[in-house]
């Protein structure tokens, strides 16, 4: 049988991609991440399905839960919050199946970042203005970064950036930032978008932490900094859809 990782969204039921829902009502073991998605994204899963919160769970505990199902003849799915493809310990996870001879496949989700950007109506790459978006996270009491990957070496580029598992930080990134960005650059913490409790805090470098602060949120957010993100913002035009574009050349 096979572990199905399975991107579970930014956390509503309704987020997940039709093949996630088909797999969950097919899957007799379903490992979940707890403190970061909504119980109704459960209700997908069949009644006699076996549920494990994997929150208080070490990745060598969460393996052998899923080598244990496979070899009682179980289909399982790993829930994974947002996309696996960030953050997910989807590497770790994976080595420890290919040890243990389970396989393994793949179903991507909509990342945080994604659900964020569209609960603040706006697009993070904008002509002239950004057209690289950063994925990154920051330092603390977590994984170590590599030493190539600097806040500040993607300060330099001003590209909209995305800090993840960063929230209880924020002070002291914007104050890393604002000599690149400036002190007036758009700033906006999201915190569990798309959730019933989902919270959204906006302001600028100068003031966000304070906002942030007062807000009291201190989990599960993701921080989004740059120029795109101003309100009424003036923009170039898209070559792709500029009327003045020579289209001469294109079928249909």
Do not use: K
């Amino acid at each position: 049988m096979t572990v199905h990782f399975i991107g579970a969204g930014p956390g509503a039921a309704d987020l997940l991609t039709v093949r996630a829902v088909e797999l969950l009502r097919r899957c007799q073991v379903c490992l979940y991440p707890g403190s970061y998605l909504d119980p109704e994204v459960l209700a997908h899963c069949a009644p006699a399905t076996e549920l494990i919160d994997t929150q208080r769970l070490d990745l060598d505990e969460i393996t052998a839960h899923m080598v244990r199902a496979t070899a009682s003849g179980h289909a399982v799915g790993r829930l994974c919050s947002g996309d696996p493809s960030l953050y997910s310990a989807l590497t770790e996870q994976t080595r420890r199946l290919d040890a243990a001879g389970v396989p393994w496949d793949i179903t991507p989700g909509v990342p945080a970042y994604a659900a964020a950007a569209a609960l603040l109506g706006t697009e993070l790459t904008v002509p002239e203005v950004a057209q690289s978006v950063v994925l990154t996270r920051t330092r603390a009491r977590s994984t170590a970064m590599p030493e190539t990957e600097a806040l500040a070496g993607f300060a330099r580029t001003r590209a909209t950036l995305v800090l993840h598992l960063a929230i209880t930080r924020l002070r002291q990134l914007a104050l890393e930032l604002v000599a690149d960005y400036g002190p007036d650059c758009p700033a906006a913490v999201v915190y569990r978008a798309s959730q019933p409790d989902q919270i959204v805090v906006r302001g600028t470098l100068a003031d966000i932490a304070d906002r942030v602060e007062a807000a009291g949120l201190s989990r599960a957010a993701v921080i989004l900094v740059g120029r795109a993100l101003e309100t009424g913002i003036d923009c170039g035009q898209s070559h792709l859809y500029d009327p003045l574009r020579d289209r001469s050349h294109l079928g249909g």
